[in-house]
T-cell receptor, first 112, second 108 residues
Framework: DAEITQSPRHKITETGRQVTLACHQT?????MFWYRQDLGHGLRLIHY???????NKGEVSDGYSVSRSNTEDLPLTLESAASSQTSVYFC???????????FGPGTRLTVL | TQLLEQSPQFLSIQEGENLTVYCNSS?????LQWYRQEPGEGPVLLVT?????EVKKLKRLTFQFGDARKDSSLHITAAQPGDTGLYLC????????FGAGTTVTVRA
Protein backbone atom coordinates (compact mmCIF):
# COMPACT_ATOMS: atom_id res chain seq x y z
CA ASP A 1 0.00 0.00 0.00
CA ALA A 2 1.13 3.53 -0.77
CA GLU A 3 2.09 5.60 2.24
CA ILE A 4 3.87 8.68 3.49
CA THR A 5 6.44 8.38 6.27
CA GLN A 6 8.33 10.87 8.39
CA SER A 7 11.50 10.48 10.42
CA PRO A 8 12.39 10.90 13.12
CA ARG A 9 9.07 10.85 14.99
CA HIS A 10 10.59 12.74 17.91
CA LYS A 11 13.66 14.99 18.00
CA ILE A 12 15.23 17.10 20.70
CA THR A 13 17.92 19.54 19.64
CA GLU A 14 19.69 22.64 20.87
CA THR A 15 19.37 26.22 19.73
CA GLY A 16 21.61 26.99 16.77
CA ARG A 17 21.97 23.44 15.49
CA GLN A 18 21.00 22.41 11.97
CA VAL A 19 18.18 19.86 11.85
CA THR A 20 16.75 17.92 8.91
CA LEU A 21 13.37 16.21 9.00
CA ALA A 22 12.74 13.53 6.41
CA CYS A 23 9.57 12.91 4.41
CA HIS A 24 9.10 10.00 1.99
CA GLN A 25 5.98 9.16 -0.01
CA THR A 26 5.21 6.22 -2.25
CA UNK A 27 2.01 7.69 -3.75
CA UNK A 28 4.03 9.01 -6.71
CA UNK A 29 2.42 12.42 -6.10
CA UNK A 30 4.04 15.45 -7.67
CA UNK A 31 2.85 17.83 -4.93
CA MET A 32 4.38 17.76 -1.47
CA PHE A 33 3.94 20.07 1.50
CA TRP A 34 5.43 20.81 4.90
CA TYR A 35 3.27 22.22 7.71
CA ARG A 36 3.81 23.05 11.33
CA GLN A 37 1.03 22.62 13.87
CA ASP A 38 0.84 24.70 17.03
CA LEU A 39 -2.00 25.09 19.52
CA GLY A 40 -4.43 27.76 18.38
CA HIS A 41 -2.91 28.06 14.91
CA GLY A 42 -3.97 24.93 13.10
CA LEU A 43 -1.73 23.84 10.25
CA ARG A 44 0.50 26.52 8.74
CA LEU A 45 2.25 25.97 5.44
CA ILE A 46 6.04 26.20 5.53
CA HIS A 47 7.14 25.14 2.02
CA TYR A 48 5.65 23.25 -0.88
CA UNK A 49 6.77 21.66 -4.12
CA UNK A 50 5.03 21.04 -7.44
CA UNK A 51 7.62 18.50 -8.56
CA UNK A 52 11.29 17.67 -8.87
CA UNK A 53 13.56 20.72 -8.63
CA UNK A 54 10.59 22.95 -7.72
CA UNK A 55 10.22 24.54 -4.27
CA ASN A 56 8.08 27.42 -3.02
CA LYS A 57 7.73 29.37 0.21
CA GLY A 58 4.61 29.14 2.30
CA GLU A 59 3.29 31.54 4.93
CA VAL A 60 5.89 30.69 7.64
CA SER A 61 9.04 29.86 5.66
CA ASP A 62 11.62 31.98 7.52
CA GLY A 63 14.35 29.77 9.01
CA TYR A 64 13.37 26.72 6.93
CA SER A 65 14.49 25.33 3.59
CA VAL A 66 13.57 22.36 1.39
CA SER A 67 14.98 20.65 -1.66
CA ARG A 68 13.34 18.24 -4.12
CA SER A 69 15.76 15.97 -5.94
CA ASN A 70 13.27 13.17 -6.65
CA THR A 71 9.51 12.58 -6.58
CA GLU A 72 9.46 10.60 -3.34
CA ASP A 73 11.33 12.86 -0.90
CA LEU A 74 11.04 16.40 0.44
CA PRO A 75 13.41 16.92 3.39
CA LEU A 76 12.86 19.99 5.59
CA THR A 77 15.96 21.69 7.02
CA LEU A 78 16.10 24.11 9.91
CA GLU A 79 19.32 25.98 9.23
CA SER A 80 19.83 27.23 12.80
CA ALA A 81 17.16 25.92 15.14
CA ALA A 82 15.37 28.40 17.39
CA SER A 83 13.08 27.77 20.38
CA SER A 84 10.22 29.30 18.37
CA GLN A 85 10.53 26.35 15.99
CA THR A 86 9.47 23.88 18.68
CA SER A 87 6.37 22.35 17.09
CA VAL A 88 4.86 19.30 15.46
CA TYR A 89 5.76 19.08 11.78
CA PHE A 90 3.62 17.33 9.19
CA CYS A 91 4.49 16.38 5.66
CA UNK A 92 1.74 15.82 3.10
CA UNK A 93 1.38 14.93 -0.54
CA UNK A 94 -1.42 15.23 -3.06
CA UNK A 95 -2.29 14.55 -6.65
CA UNK A 96 -3.10 18.23 -7.13
CA UNK A 97 -3.24 21.31 -4.95
CA UNK A 98 -6.95 21.17 -4.36
CA UNK A 99 -7.34 17.45 -4.06
CA UNK A 100 -7.10 15.37 -0.90
CA UNK A 101 -3.83 15.70 0.95
CA UNK A 102 -2.33 12.59 2.51
CA PHE A 103 -0.47 13.36 5.71
CA GLY A 104 2.42 11.66 7.41
CA PRO A 105 2.32 10.81 11.13
CA GLY A 106 4.23 13.94 12.15
CA THR A 107 7.55 14.76 13.82
CA ARG A 108 7.56 16.36 17.24
CA LEU A 109 10.55 18.70 17.42
CA THR A 110 11.75 20.31 20.63
CA VAL A 111 14.42 23.02 20.50
CA LEU A 112 16.05 23.68 23.86
CA THR B 1 -4.37 33.76 2.47
CA GLN B 2 -7.96 33.80 3.68
CA LEU B 3 -8.69 33.49 7.37
CA LEU B 4 -10.82 30.56 8.42
CA GLU B 5 -12.48 30.72 11.83
CA GLN B 6 -13.63 27.54 13.49
CA SER B 7 -15.98 27.42 16.45
CA PRO B 8 -16.14 26.32 19.11
CA GLN B 9 -12.49 25.74 19.88
CA PHE B 10 -13.32 22.92 22.31
CA LEU B 11 -16.42 20.76 22.68
CA SER B 12 -17.03 18.03 25.25
CA ILE B 13 -20.23 16.02 25.13
CA GLN B 14 -21.73 12.78 26.40
CA GLU B 15 -22.04 9.75 24.16
CA GLY B 16 -25.35 9.85 22.27
CA GLU B 17 -25.60 13.65 22.12
CA ASN B 18 -25.47 15.68 18.92
CA LEU B 19 -22.91 18.35 18.08
CA THR B 20 -22.21 20.95 15.42
CA VAL B 21 -18.89 22.50 14.44
CA TYR B 22 -18.64 25.64 12.34
CA CYS B 23 -16.14 27.00 9.83
CA ASN B 24 -16.52 30.60 8.66
CA SER B 25 -14.72 33.14 6.50
CA SER B 26 -15.35 36.56 5.01
CA UNK B 27 -14.10 35.22 1.67
CA UNK B 28 -15.76 32.96 -0.85
CA UNK B 29 -14.35 29.44 -1.15
CA UNK B 30 -14.21 27.45 -4.37
CA UNK B 31 -14.29 24.30 -2.26
CA LEU B 32 -13.80 23.27 1.33
CA GLN B 33 -12.43 20.14 2.93
CA TRP B 34 -13.03 18.66 6.39
CA TYR B 35 -10.33 16.58 8.07
CA ARG B 36 -10.25 14.65 11.34
CA GLN B 37 -7.02 14.27 13.27
CA GLU B 38 -6.52 11.79 16.10
CA PRO B 39 -3.80 12.26 18.74
CA GLY B 40 -0.33 11.38 17.44
CA GLU B 41 -1.47 11.10 13.84
CA GLY B 42 -1.82 13.26 10.76
CA PRO B 43 -5.17 14.63 9.56
CA VAL B 44 -7.34 12.39 7.38
CA LEU B 45 -9.81 13.75 4.84
CA LEU B 46 -13.49 13.23 5.66
CA VAL B 47 -15.20 15.10 2.83
CA THR B 48 -14.89 17.81 0.18
CA UNK B 49 -17.79 20.18 -0.52
CA UNK B 50 -17.82 22.18 -3.72
CA UNK B 51 -21.28 23.56 -4.55
CA UNK B 52 -23.07 26.28 -2.53
CA UNK B 53 -25.85 24.69 -0.47
CA GLU B 54 -24.37 21.23 -0.86
CA VAL B 55 -25.07 18.68 1.85
CA LYS B 56 -23.01 15.50 2.18
CA LYS B 57 -23.55 12.67 4.61
CA LEU B 58 -20.97 10.23 5.88
CA LYS B 59 -22.76 7.81 8.22
CA ARG B 60 -23.62 9.93 11.30
CA LEU B 61 -21.73 12.98 10.00
CA THR B 62 -23.51 15.64 7.93
CA PHE B 63 -21.53 18.35 6.15
CA GLN B 64 -23.12 21.49 4.77
CA PHE B 65 -21.66 24.18 2.53
CA GLY B 66 -23.31 27.60 2.85
CA ASP B 67 -25.24 29.00 -0.10
CA ALA B 68 -22.72 31.82 -0.46
CA ARG B 69 -19.77 29.42 -0.09
CA LYS B 70 -18.35 31.42 2.83
CA ASP B 71 -19.18 28.99 5.61
CA SER B 72 -19.57 25.32 6.37
CA SER B 73 -20.77 23.15 9.22
CA LEU B 74 -20.22 19.62 10.42
CA HIS B 75 -23.01 17.97 12.40
CA ILE B 76 -22.55 14.68 14.23
CA THR B 77 -25.65 12.76 15.29
CA ALA B 78 -25.54 10.46 18.31
CA ALA B 79 -21.84 11.01 18.91
CA GLN B 80 -19.67 8.07 19.93
CA PRO B 81 -16.29 7.99 21.72
CA GLY B 82 -14.72 7.07 18.37
CA ASP B 83 -15.69 10.53 17.09
CA THR B 84 -13.21 12.11 19.49
CA GLY B 85 -10.56 14.12 17.67
CA LEU B 86 -9.53 17.44 16.18
CA TYR B 87 -11.77 18.53 13.31
CA LEU B 88 -10.14 20.84 10.78
CA CYS B 89 -11.65 22.70 7.87
CA UNK B 90 -9.46 23.71 4.94
CA UNK B 91 -10.33 26.10 2.14
CA UNK B 92 -9.17 25.90 -1.42
CA UNK B 93 -7.21 29.12 -1.86
CA UNK B 94 -5.16 27.67 -4.75
CA UNK B 95 -3.33 25.93 -1.93
CA UNK B 96 -5.15 24.71 1.17
CA UNK B 97 -5.56 27.09 4.11
CA PHE B 98 -6.51 25.43 7.39
CA GLY B 99 -8.59 26.67 10.27
CA ALA B 100 -7.30 26.28 13.85
CA GLY B 101 -9.61 23.33 14.46
CA THR B 102 -12.24 22.20 16.96
CA THR B 103 -11.23 19.63 19.56
CA VAL B 104 -14.16 17.26 20.15
CA THR B 105 -14.27 14.93 23.15
CA VAL B 106 -17.07 12.38 23.43
CA ARG B 107 -17.35 10.89 26.91
CA ALA B 108 -18.59 7.32 27.31
Amino acid sequence: DAEITQSPRHKITETGRQVTLACHQTWNHNNMFWYRQDLGHGLRLIHYSYGVQDTNKGEVSDGYSVSRSNTEDLPLTLESAASSQTSVYFCASSESFTREQFFGPGTRLTVL
Amino acid sequence: TQLLEQSPQFLSIQEGENLTVYCNSSSVFSSLQWYRQEPGEGPVLLVTVVTGGEVKKLKRLTFQFGDARKDSSLHITAAQPGDTGLYLCAADDYKLSFGAGTTVTVRA
